[in-house]
């Protein structure tokens, strides 16, 4: 049937007569999720995309730039359907977005079966980075464990001796603890991995005020870390114990912090890649550029990723001059990433994920907008520890 | 053992369990009495949610903002009960489950649409927020312990309806045998809206109660109507006492479930096992005692008689 | 099968039916919508779960509210052995069907004591719990699922399920083969005790029938069924992950039975095709589109009683003939 496709091809070419100037358009398609809740980070990076767009003028190695947008409902098998469209009926030449592991993992194949570029903007799917690592696979954001890992080791420069880690029990979220355990030094003196269906930690908040931690690991991204920072406050943990977390206090759900008035956010630590107030010229204008185009508000590292993950498709088309069709000219100016970046500079290893540095960051309160501000770097050209099992 | 936090946790319980009872309470009815399988019931705990999150800020008292939301909850059923669920009576289960799995899909949308992704929540005021040492250095946060003794005061009112009303009278007859309730000329329909108003408050107002806590997002109905299911099914459909034991003994199982499993896994298995075992079992553990009572008693522990 | 059938509204759209899902590997390629082929082999594969679904539910009155489970249960069958470099059809698959018919006989042993509601509940947790089971298996991926890097292997030549055609007539010919296993079940004896014990379950235990056991043959030959549709699934989206069986597609699955006409040999095969193009077109139209969705079920539920089967039954003269 492949090998019919292929046949074809040239054929259909030669039949699409009228298609001469769409053929000349460079097409990215991009899967994220735009519905349900976690839609609050999806829209960000659809608004991050259009920035890039903006700031691109339109243009791909001098060519006209089309970008089309699916939502994936959160669900695998519909981001796999989304993903077979973009690439048959809108006929793509990149993939982009993809916020989950399990949408990518029921995605990511499809592109790359038609000799596609794909660029995860988020989900660090651990797998991709090693044994699964594939020469048109791009991750423009992180592997699921390095964020933190590079907690551990800011626990560890920080003198936290006992740590009590909360997660949630499905992939990620044991990925996150696995990360965080690989470095940290101390004693982990108690572990609760709640279902997602959880949105009532009573007993898992008592087992910590049992166990008297010097500080508390959470990974509690979108609602969950509503809920969860809430209730923290409401039994008096937030006097005793500090929170130290990870994607579960950023740019998109900060604002939602502040109009609830939850206060004893600030001051708490993340660990991120990158912040807003990162000091280089590209994310200047990026940071300015998106609260004008979304609602005023600061960008989330997602953001980050979206506009990284266009400019990195940006530079390989460049490379190529112009021609996205011809897939190694691509690849190989992707993965010279000679772009400006909002982390200021960016690597690539083979495994095709990001080789950067990890800062802390800390909740603030700027100018009366709630935001994330980097006070030290924590681990510098930090790769995924399973890029050696890439055989590239 | 830690003594103090096994009585912590057995506090935490007793009020996952008392949420679980007002959602069950409703439902219960709802089934026993208009033999409705409303699997909408959820998004009755959802409105409670939303609108006694924004009557809150709007008025800017926790207390104003939710006894204002009491009547919304009401008219918000009623008009359900009016315009969908009131023909669906005389259908069978089947296009029961369906048409009100039609209203959760519909709701969960529009809510996401009106208050938008993040959703919404209640802050507490600052006389609400600290917490309570009791005897024996147990601490709980008094938020919590508004629950319980709101939600308590709520079922004993619910007991006293039932058992020393007449309507409450007419609800038990409805509940073992429905067709004596019509031929005795009792307005049915009328009875049929007040029972799913009562059960629309009572599941309201525990979306309420509990925003402070988990605060609202679109979807939120769901998981704790399956849990409301898990509960009604154990305590026997129809019967209120049955829904309030399963829903403390659901409480509690689950709750002591997710305290002290994994350290009971850690006596007889290897750290990775357990640690991999703990989470799994204590959510399934609810899942598991009702697999077991109904093994052994398939109309639950308290099916009203004659059902 | 005869011409006859052909002079009814039902014949036709049931004609029409099998021959959209024969012929749209060419037909969509000449409408410039390629992708359709995938979407019709994604909507056979549906069809499957809801042909057992309807088995239970349609014939027998048994409304599993947990169905989607046995999807799961063969699809990681497939999953699992691949991930172990096992890709042997003939491991997969009997293991595949097995597993799916024992969970099938455990689940319906104990929910088949209970009735009405309380089945509707009890097949929900049994669901609930596999699905959390699912989530916690870190080892195969937990809820990021099992990518399949090959299909399942039969070792015939020219056989190979990673040819698109061949793939898509395999679930072709089986979901063809499971509609004639329904039509043979429902008009045998053992369907007609099956049907009887829907309308009147104590009578048949009167005179004789032990309807428990004929109940969990069939609750076990429909688990088999859906599990068969986990395996084609695995091997279509090469990709398996708890989210398959989710209650909330068990939901669907019932409205796609109810949709197509419940009872009836073709329904689910219909059912399957008007909800996922519905819900294709929809997404497309706007991303808010349950709260067009949500009101459309109401609707189907209040007016179209017999769903589309039903419908088009009412344009017939004589009184409903076996399709």
Redesign the interface.
């Known amino acids: ?2 090998k019919k496709l292929i046949l074809a091809a040239p054929l259909a070419a030669m039949l699409a007569v009228p298609s001469v100037e769409a053929a000349e358009k460079i097409k990215v398609g991009i899967v994220l999720t ?7 980070m999806g ?1 960000q990076m659809k608004a991050a995309y259009e920035v890039a767009y903006d700031h691109l003028g339109g243009k791909m190695g001098g060519k006209e730039l089309e970008l089309i947008f699916e ?1 994936d ?1 959160l ?4 981001g ?2 989304k993903t ?2 973009l ?3 809108d006929k793509v030449d990149f993939l982009t977005g993809y916020i989950w ?2 949408v990518l ?2 995605s ?2 499809v592109a790359l079966k038609a000799g596609k570029i794909f660029v995860s903007a988020n989900a660090g ?1 651990s ?1 991709y980075a090693g044994k ?1 690592c594939h020469k048109n696979f791009f991750n423009a954001a992180w592997e699921n464990s390095q964020n933190s890992m590079a907690m551990g080791t800011m626990l560890n420069q920080r003198g936290v001796k006992n740590l009590y880690i909360l997660s949630l ?4 979220g ?1 990925q996150m603890v696995a990360g965080v355990e690989r470095t940290f030094k101390g004693n982990v003196v108690g ?10 930690w ?3 908040i ?2 910590v ?2 166990a008297k931690p010097d500080g508390v690991f959470v990974f509690y991204p979108g ?1 969950w870390g ?2 969860f920072f ?2 923290y ?4 943990l937030d006097k005793t114990t500090p929170l130290y977390s990870v994607f579960s206090v950023d740019g998109a ?1 900060l604002p ?1 912090y502040q109009k ?2 939850m206060k004893h956010m600030i001051g708490t630590f993340n660990t991120m890649f990158w912040a807003p107030d990162l000091d280089n010229a590209v994310n200047k204008r990026f940071v300015a550029d998106f609260a004008k185009k979304y609602k005023g508000q600061i960008p989330s590292h997602y953001a980050a990723q979206a506009y990284d993950s266009l400019m990195l498709i940006a530079a390989g088309v460049k490379a190529a001059g112009g021609d996205a069709k011809n897939t190694d000219a691509v690849r190989k100016g992707m993965e010279e990433a000679d772009f400006g970046s909002v982390r200021g500079k960016i690597k690539f290893g083979k495994n095709h994920f990001p080789i950067q540095n990890f800062y802390a960051r800390q909740v603030i309160n700027k100018n009366g907008q709630w935001q994330l501000s980097v006070r030290q770097t924590v681990v510098e050209d930090h790769a995924p520890v399973m890029s050696n099992e890439c055989k590239l | 053992m ?1 003594y ?2 096994l009585a ?2 057995f506090f ?2 007793f ?2 369990g008392i949420i679980l009872f007002l959602v069950a309470a409703g439902l219960t009815l709802i089934f026993g009495i208009m033999d409705l399988v409303n699997l909408a019931h959820g998004t009755l705990y959802m409105f409670g949610a939303f609108f006694a999150s924004t009557l809150v800020a709007v008025t800017d008292s926790l207390v104003l903002g939710m006894i204002l939301a009491l009547p919304v909850m009401l008219a918000a059923g009623l008009l359900l009960e009016f315009s969908i669920l009131r023909t669906l009576y005389e259908r069978n289960h089947l296009d029961q489950v369906l048409a009100t799995f039609g209203l959760i899909l519909f709701f969960n ?1 529009l809510f ?1 649409i009106v208050w ?4 919404t ?1 209640i ?2 005021p600052p006389y609400l ?3 309570i040492t009791l005897p024996g250095g147990i ?1 709980v ?1 008094e ?2 312990m508004v629950i319980i003794a709101s939600g308590l005061l709520v079922a004993l009112l619910l007991y006293v309806l039932v058992s020393k009303t007449r309507v409450g009278m007419l609800i038990r007859a409805g509940a073992s045998n429905r067709e004596m309730v019509g031929a005795l000329g009792i307005n049915i329909k009328l009875l049929f809206t007040l029972v799913f108003g009562l059960g629309a408050v009572l599941a309201g107002f525990a979306g309420m109660i ?1 925003t ?4 609202a ?4 109905g769901e ?1 704790i109507l399956i849990l409301a299911f898990v509960v009604i099914v154990i305590g026997g459909i129809g019967s209120i006492k049955g829904a309030f034991i399963a829903a403390i003994l659901t409480g509690l199982i689950d ?1 002591m479930g ?2 002290f499993i ?1 350290v009971a896994l850690l006596q007889i298995m290897d750290t990775v096992a357990a ?1 991999t075992a703990g ?2 079992i204590s ?1 399934m553990m609810i899942y598991i005692l009702m697999a077991i009572i109904l093994a052994i008693k398939p109309s639950g522990l308290f099916p009203p008689k004659g059902a | 099968m005869n011409l006859e059938i052909l002079k009814t509204p039902r014949g036709i759209y049931n004609s029409l039916l099998i021959l959209l899902c024969i012929f749209m590997p060419w037909i969509a390629p000449a409408i410039g ?3 359709f082929t ?2 019709f082999g ?1 909507i056979m594969i549906v069809a499957i779960a809801a042909i057992s679904l309807n088995l239970i539910m349609g014939f027998g009155g048994m409304i599993s509210f947990g169905h989607a489970v046995f999807v799961g249960i063969g699809g990681y069958a497939v999953g699992i052995f691949a991930s172990h470099g096992i890709e042997s059809a003939y491991i997969q698959w009997p293991v595949g069907l097995l597993m799916s018919g024992l969970f099938a006989l455990i689940i319906g042993a104990i929910s088949l004591r209970t009735r009405g509601v309380y089945f509707i509940m009890i097949t929900l947790a049994f669901a609930q719990m596999i699905y ?1 089971l699912s ?2 298996i ?1 080892k195969y ?7 399949i890097d090959a299909r399942s292997d039969f070792g015939i030549p020219f056989y190979d399920l990673n ?4 793939m898509y007539f395999t679930v072709f010919v089986l979901m063809v083969a499971c509609l004639l296993i329904t039509r043979k079940m429902v008009n045998s004896r053992f369907g007609r005790v099956i049907r009887a014990a829907k309308s009147n379950d104590e009578r048949m235990h009167t005179i004789g029938y032990p309807t428990y056991g004929y109940k969990l043959t069939a609750f076990v030959i429909a688990g088999m069924m859906c599990g068969l549709s986990g395996l084609l699934s695995a091997n279509f ?3 398996v ?1 708890p ?2 069986m989710f209650w909330t597609f068990s939901g669907e699955l019932i409205f796609i039975v109810v949709l197509g006409g419940m009872g009836t040999i073709m329904g689910p095969l219909g059912g399957a095709i008007i909800f996922l193009l519905l819900s ?1 077109v929809l ?1 497309n139209i706007t ?2 589109w ?1 709260l067009i969705f949500g009101p459309f079920l109401i609707l189907v539920v209040l007016f179209a009683r017999g769903g589309v089967e039903g419908f088009l039954a009412k344009f017939e003269k004589s009184p409903e003939a076996k399709s």
């Open positions: 049937m492949l735009l519905t349900t809740p976690a839609s609050i829209k939502d409902g669900k695998p098998n519909i796999k359907q077979e469209k690439v048959k009926k592991s399990h993992g029921a990511a194949p799917h797998l699964k029990n499905y992939a990620a044991k572990k609760d991995l709640v279902p997602t269906s959880h949105k009532d009573s007993a898992e008592a087992k005020k049992a609602s509503l809920a809430t209730q406050k409401q039994a008096g759900n939602v609830r008035k | 830690n103090t936090l912590e946790q935490n319980g009020q996952l949308e996401l938008g992704p993040e959703g929540g802050n507490l927020t600290g917490t601490t946060p938020y919590r509990i402070p806590i988990t605060q997002d679109s979807g939120m998981s709750t997710r305290s994994d640690e989470p799994a959510s | 919508q390629d992708f995938d979407v994604r959390f989530v916690s870190e991926g937990s809820d990021d699922g099992l990518t040819d698109a055609l061949t989206e090469d990709f992950s989210d398959m294709e997404s991303n808010s349950h």
